[in-house]
């Protein structure tokens, strides 16, 4: 009886997943992405020119520069909502919202 | 007046059709690839001057993704000449480029400071509206190899944010200082 409910607990809880930001065209794709605590985050550079995907405000992660097809890995550990930018190019802005 | 200068280099040649439904020169494939490298060494250099001319962090910051953007961009048509069997070729587009810069670089070499910030940034704003139409109504329509012109067409994004990157910062800038008027 136990042993069952411990497993069907099991079967609610999702596993962890890993999304994938694509940085292609000057714009970060999906420019909003939603996932939860203990997902993975995989920011890939699709583009010729370097790229950046850095935390504004209290959040703080940055991927540092991403040469064409450079990969940074983040796992969301905590929920909350992060804007973030790329240094080199001001106008791109994304947002990550961990649930 | 510096834009001027430097935009006038290139649309010459795209307005020199403007009259008569002309056709754009028609540039061979190593003439696309030289106007290419030559317009990306010319947004090189410029930015080459920016640090020894000013201590603002906004235009210096801009210069320095200039200088790695337009080198990433040179390195990758580069890479597809020699895949391509292609040597880039001299021709008139890429002279008028190279007079244009040679002009701008010689207006804004005596400017320091807040006077070079508007000047410099004035110009990457008509330098890089120039290349945009430039990519557009010239080098894609006649450029006949395909991945030639899928390089070209994925440059496109990165000048077009290069000019709001510019224009915005240019907006951020003071304007200068009424004296004597
Ligand atoms: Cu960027």
Redesign the pocket.
């Known amino acids: 009886m136990i042993v069952g409910l411990l497993l069907l607990l099991a079967g609610l809880t999702a596993p962890p997943k890993t999304h994938t930001v694509e ?1 292609r065209g ?1 714009e970060f794709h999906p420019a909003v992405l939603t996932v939860a605590v203990g997902d993975t985050i995989v920011w890939i550079n699709r ?1 010729i ?4 995907a850095t935390a504004k405000g209290q959040t703080r992660w940055d991927t540092g520069q991403l040469v064409q097809g450079q990969v940074w890995r983040y796992v969301a550990r905590r929920a909350g909502a992060a804007r973030y930018v ?4 001001p106008t ?1 802005h994304g947002k990550v919202v961990i649930r | 007046m510096l834009p001027i200068a430097m935009t006038l280099a290139l649309t010459a040649v795209l307005q020199a059709q403007a009259p008569a439904p002309a056709p754009a020169p028609d540039l061979s494939d190593p003439e696309v690839a030289h106007v290419a490298v030559t317009a990306n060494s010319i947004d090189i250099d410029m930015a080459k001057l920016v640090p020894s001319h000013t201590t603002n962090a906004a235009v210096r910051q801009f210069a320095t ?1 200039m200088i790695t953007d337009h080198t990433a961009v040179n390195a990758q048509a580069g890479a597809l000449a020699t895949k391509l069997g292609v040597t880039p070729k001299d021709n008139a587009v890429s002279e008028s480029l190279q007079t244009g810069a040679t002009s701008a670089r010689a207006s804004l070499e005596p400017l320091h400071g807040a006077a070079f910030d508007r000047a410099y940034m004035d110009h990457e704003v008509g330098y890089h509206q120039a290349v945009l139409d430039a990519i557009d109504k010239l080098l894609v329509p006649t450029t006949e190899n395909a991945e030639l012109r899928k390089l070209l067409v994925d440059v496109r994004p990165a000048i077009a ?1 290069h000019l709001e990157h510019a224009k915005h910062l240019r907006s951020q800038l003071a304007a200068p200082a009424r004296t004597g008027k």
Do not use: E, L, R, W
């Open positions: 940085i000057m583009d020119v370097p790229h950046t790329c240094t080199f190019h791109m | 993704t944010t």
